[in-house]
């Protein structure tokens, strides 16, 4: 496959604070990467750094195997999708999208705002003010305006955030959609786990200025590379013995050589899951298909773990 998007060794320092430390990474041509993590792990240096409104202290940043590290934003052709969709309240839906073909002064910019418009089921708002429609018809017309510049890759920052959950779950469908017709590249940043799981192809996870892995949501869960990759990934966090790191789904209830004191319990279905501490304090979260009181001591074995290495660390920052 072809690179759309290369770091190369990225470092971003503010005063004595290293935000971006010797990153690398690699987006391929028609590839859907999700940049994941917490606040305050580099997300938003990281766009900057791609988009050009920062320069690095140190390494390259590289678009279709053009060196860009340079070049201001104007001159690199990236789309950029913002979390509030920053479009210009006082125009309809139809100068929005045809704005920054007005700005390159791009010949026959209605026929291609029209094409973008069908595409994005969009044709039946081009008249009204921004305002006037609802916020996911506000999240497509800033799609459209960025996909109508043709750009060599798309950029989207958490731009799903501000949607009610039932828009966003639609929301999400539509976009991977768009993006596999289109076939181009995007990377999308966000800290929701359920959207990176949706929608990546593959997925990054930030934390301390680095990506501490990259891999398939399915294989970061199966197989975190690190105990904060365990701890952060999942709908749960992943229980530690020791160095031996284990799902709430890797055990039996019931009957085993460990023991827990059940604090509380959540249900999920017809699916039970345990929370208590062992003896030593130790917190667990069990998968049970059995109630269970709080204050009842439970018997437990594990049928999988992952041992990880002594001088890692399961601290999250």
Known sequence: MTAKLELR????????????????????????????????????????????????????????????????????????????????????VYQNIAFPLKMHRIANPKQKVIDISAKLNISDILNKRVTQISGGQQQRVALARAIVRNPSIFLLDEPLS??????????????????????QSFLFVTHDQKEAEALGDRIGVLHSGKFEQIATYKDMYENPSTPWIGDFVGDFPMNFIGRMGFRPEWTTVGSGEYSMTVDSEESIGDVVFLHGSMDDGNRMILKSTVREKPGNSIKFSITRHIAFEQNQSKSIA
């Open 162 to 183: 501000n949607l009610d959950a039932r828009v966003r779950y639609t929301a999400r469908s539509e976009l991977k959609k768009l993006q596999q017709e289109l076939g």
């Open 9 to 92: 060794n990225v470092t971003k320092t503010y005063g004595k604070t290293n935000v971006i430390s010797d990153m690398s990474l690699t987006v391929e041509e028609g590839e859907f990467f999700v940049v994941l993590g917490p606040s305050g792990t580099g997300k938003s240096t990281l766009l900057k750094l791609i988009v050009g409104i920062e320069q690095p202290d140190k390494g390259k940043v590289f678009i279709d195997g053009k060196d860009v590290t340079r070049l201001p934003p104007n001159k690199r052709n990236i789309a950029m999708v913002f979390q509030n969709y920053a479009l210009y309240p006082n125009m309809t």
